[in-house]
């Protein structure tokens, strides 16, 4: 099981980024995604947390990106995407998707409060927001 995270780079403000995250070893039918970020000296931020298996009412936006950022789904690849929209400074940080590979019908925001429950992160990719 692996997550292959893709997709970062420097952007200026009010800019956009699509960042994707491959999974291979399982699909994300059923289990529930998560995107993280971690901004030098602070600690790490769930910022989106979907369960596919309850499907879009479960979706979780942190109040940071809530109306900026969304959430997609490639099944063909296999891939979820985190479209990121009207990026700020402070947005500036890596960025990781997780999985939880158990099938629940709990809630995003249950799931991105708790990001020792996910069974397996990506690698990070680095979003820098600059102008």
């Known amino acids: 099981v692996q997550l292959q995270a893709s997709g970062g780079g420097l952007v200026q403000p009010e800019g956009s980024l699509r960042l994707s995250c491959t999974a291979s070893g399982f699909t994300w039918d059923d289990y529930t995604i998560g995107w993280f970020r971690q901004a030098p000296g602070k600690e790490r931020e769930g910022i989106l947390c979907?369960?596919?298996?309850?499907?879009?009412?479960?979706?979780y936006y942190a109040d940071s990106v809530e109306g900026r950022f969304t959430v997609s789904r490639d099944n063909a690849k296999n891939t979820m995407h985190l479209q990121m929209n009207n990026l700020k400074l402070e947005d500036t940080a890596v960025y990781y998707c997780?999985?939880?590979?158990?099938?629940?019908?709990?809630?995003?925001?249950?799931?991105?409060?708790?990001?020792?429950?996910?069974?397996?992160w990506g690698q990070g990719t680095q979003v820098t927001v600059s102008s």
């Open positions: 997780a999985a939880y590979t158990k099938r629940t019908y709990d809630s995003g925001l249950y799931y991105c409060v708790r990001p020792y429950m996910f069974d397996y």
């Open positions: 979907y369960n596919s298996a309850v499907g879009a009412g479960s979706t």
